[in-house]
């Protein structure tokens, strides 16, 4: 039970040019989602979140787009540097629900190479 | 910047042995949770906890697992009988309400391996 889905294992991107990170999900009910990056040997740290009353959010070079018709969000880092080389996941959950959880994506490995 | 603190970070038990994996949420957080990651695989949830008792879980969790608040500090994770495929990295997580508008702030997790 896929409901979030991350298709791209890995990306590799050369510094100061853009990252794009993609998610899909299939729940049509999700309505708030988050991105989180992950060094290895730590804990996800939050990013960036989205309600879907918006279609963009913006936070420094980090811009997170939601597209509802399509179920799909993407996170753009603009320029990527290599500190940035991570993993990242995308995260959806039902505020309107109760549920306390989020549904986690399996995660791309972004490498910026310098 | 306050932390969510995990001990031990790596644990080897033998297959069928009890664990109890520790964890200092943030002190002001009211939400507590556990995720579990499988190597490989996605982060997945297992237990959200407030007001000292579970307010979610999902279907792993199941009665070889129990988490506690034993004080005003510490939030545990307990597995009974351990089996190879609770082989993961457990991670903790507090937030300061529901779901948290920020996410979760998580700890570094503990490498759980079971032989």
């Known amino acids: 039970d896929q409901q979030v889905k991350q298709n791209s294992p890995s990306l590799s991107v050369q510094e100061g040019r853009i990252s794009i990170l993609n998610c899909d999900y299939t729940?049509?009910?999700?309505?708030?989602f988050l991105w989180y990056k992950k060094y290895p040997a730590e804990g996800p740290t939050f990013l960036i979140s989205?309600?879907?009353?918006?279609d963009k959010n913006e936070d420094g070079r980090f811009t997170v787009f939601l597209n509802k018709s399509a179920k799909h969000l993407s996170l753009h880092i603009v320029p990527s540097q290599p500190g940035d080389s991570a993993v990242y996941f995308c995260?959806?959950?039902?505020?309107?629900?109760?549920?306390?959880?989020?549904?986690f994506g399996t995660g791309t490995r972004l490498k910026v190479l310098a | 910047e306050p932390e969510v603190t995990q001990t031990p970070s790596h644990q080897v038990t033998q297959m069928g042995q009890e664990v109890i994996l520790r964890c200092v949420p943030i002190?002001?957080?009211?939400?507590f949770y556990w995720y579990r990651q499988i190597l490989g695989q996605k982060v997945e949830f297992l237990v959200s906890?407030?007001?000292?008792?579970?307010?979610?879980k999902s279907e792993i969790f199941d009665d070889q697992f129990s988490v506690e608040r034993p004080d005003g500090s510490n939030f545990t994770l307990k597995i009974r009988s351990t089996k190879l495929e609770d082989s993961a990295m457990y991670f903790c997580?507090?937030?300061?309400?529901?779901?948290?508008?920020?996410?979760?702030?998580f700890g570094s997790g503990t490498r759980l391996t079971v032989v």
């Open positions: 729940n049509s009910m999700f309505d708030y």
């Open positions: 002190s002001n957080h009211l939400y």
């Open positions: 906890f407030y007001n000292n008792e579970i307010s979610e």
């Open positions: 995260a959806a959950s039902i505020t309107t629900s109760g549920t306390y959880k989020y549904i």
């Open positions: 997580a507090s937030s300061e309400r529901m779901r948290g508008v920020y996410g979760y702030t």
């Open positions: 989205i309600s879907s009353i918006k």
